[in-house]
């Protein structure tokens, strides 16, 4: 027998979540690339079987190979069962902490088995553990975490076990898949295979673990286009499912919108500082021909009235008249023949008390210069 390397696949799963079953060997006749040719058939995995089977202890998983290598071989995970299917050996995998992350996160995208291989037939007869890797060694096998990305590929997949045409939609897949289920076609096993249920899972969870899956698929992007997050696309106000060119416009749109805000809140707060300038010329204005501000304070009230425009009207409507607006009175006059006042000299004697006859005791008659 040959001891076989055989650096296969990233693991079959759903999400950026590592598997719980992962595909181990695929069946058929297969070549690394290397040249090294091995056999997994039917007999090849009931061998594998038997023979884990016999001996008992979980397949180890470790990262690229260490236990060969003689040194510290920390685990990633333990195969805990085996399962033979239609497209394969499968393992039921107990993921250790760190391997989990590792697969998760993508920094570890492959397994590779190591085989015991028959010279003469090629027939794989024995598994004896597994690695992590980045290097796998046989062509187009799908990867450890696959579905989320070729979900697409996996639809072609479905309509290709159940004999339908590239052209067939989700409803039609669903009903197809339905009567191969409720007919007994023989396609419960690929189906069992294609979503990840063991060979014992029921039809019911079977078709329902089908219509989950195409969901996915269908509302998956298609190769090469970039899905727009849902909670984006409303506040970007567009429709679910809208792509990146729609996304890229709103995203324009709202740009050159802020542009042009940005441009009419500056011509807006010229306009307003203008208003401001006009309505303080305004108030000093009528102060200065209300006689109620001097020349001298008018740049002090023009720049209180653009600060507190409402504080310094107010103040002009109760304020006195500091500067007489119809001109400085005229000297007294003399008073006429005979020392009666006259004109303004009486308006100051009354305002003083002083009577006509104690005016004109104290100011005699002089007759005009």
């Known amino acids: 027998m040959d001891k076989v390397k055989a650096r296969l696949i990233e693991l079959n799963a759903s999400g950026a979540e590592a598997p719980e079953w992962v595909h181990l060997l695929p069946a058929g006749r297969l ?19 038997a023979s884990q089977s016999a001996h008992g202890a979980d397949l180890v998983i470790d990262y690229e190979h260490q236990t060969h ?20 050996l499968w393992g039921r995998v107990q993921w250790t902490e760190r391997g989990r992350a ?16 028959e010279v003469d037939s090629r027939r794989v007869v024995g598994l004896t553990d597994l690695a992590l890797t980045n290097v796998p060694r046989i062509d187009n096998f799908p990867p450890i975490l696959n579905k989320g990305d070729v979900s697409m590929n996996w639809l072609e997949r479905l309509r290709k076990a159940l004999a339908l045409g590239p052209e067939a939609g989700e409803s039609q897949v669903l009903e197809a ?14 189906l069992r295979t294609l979503v990840g249920l063991d060979d014992k899972a029921e039809p019911q969870k079977v078709l329902e673990a089908v219509k989950v899956e195409v969901n996915k698929a269908k509302a998956a992007p298609p190769a090469g286009v970039t899905a727009i997050p849902n909670s984006l696309l409303e506040a970007l106000k567009l429709r679910p499912g809208a792509g990146e060119s729609e996304a890229l416009g709103a995203i324009r749109g709202l740009a ?5 805000l940005a441009q009419m809140q500056g011509r807006l707060a010229d306009l307003e500082r203008a208003e401001v300038e006009r309505q303080a010329n305004r108030l000093v204005d009528r102060g200065l021909k209300e006689g109620k501000i001097t020349p001298a304070t008018k740049d002090q009230v023009l720049a209180w009235a653009k600060t507190d425009p409402k504080g310094c009207e107010a103040y002009l409507n109760v304020a006195p008249v500091v500067v007489p607006m119809g001109g400085l009175p005229k000297a007294p006059q003399r008073q006429a023949a005979g020392g009666a006042p006259e004109g303004v000299q009486a308006e100051v004697n009354s305002m003083l008390g002083i009577s006509p006859e104690v005016f004109k005791k104290h100011n005699p008659a002089s007759e005009e210069v």
């Open 69 to 88: 290598e003689g040194g510290q071989a920390p685990a990633a995970g333990w195969v805990k069962e085996l399962a033979a299917r239609p497209d394969g």
């Open 102 to 117: 590792y697969v998760a996160n993508r920094e570890y995208r492959y397994l590779s088995p190591v085989l015991w291989v």
């Open 31 to 49: 070549t690394t690339v290397d040249g090294v040719e091995y056999l997994v058939d039917q007999a090849a995995l009931a061998q594998i079987m």
């Open 177 to 190: 898949t339905e009567q191969a289920i409720n007919s007994g076609r023989g396609l419960l096993a690929t």
């Open 256 to 260: 050159e919108g802020s542009a042009q």
